[in-house]
């Protein structure tokens, strides 16, 4: 999802940060952009530094998901 939603688009100034950086190969961009989606919608920035906040919050909250799906698939392997 690049680009503006609902009328939102990040700030000129900060266009080179918009792109997710903390994806690895084989995981769903899909995936981040509905994070990215929701995230948005419900805060809707409107200054640089909300932004800046926000597109912290999409990374860290794409790698707190990251962890829990490498802790979930360790425990399956170490369960048994």
Excluded: H
Excluded at 44 to 49: F, Y
């Amino acid at each position: 999802m690049n680009g503006p939603v609902r009328g939102l688009s990040v700030p000129a100034e900060l266009k080179t940060l918009e792109e997710p950086s903390c994806l690895l190969p084989g995981e769903n961009r899909r995936e981040f952009d509905l994070i990215r989606q929701m995230i948005l919608e419900d805060i809707s920035p409107r200054t640089n530094i909300e932004w800046l906040w926000i597109l912290d919050l999409m990374e860290l909250s794409w790698e707190i998901l990251r962890y829990r799906r490498l802790k979930e698939k360790t425990l399956q392997v170490y369960r048994s």
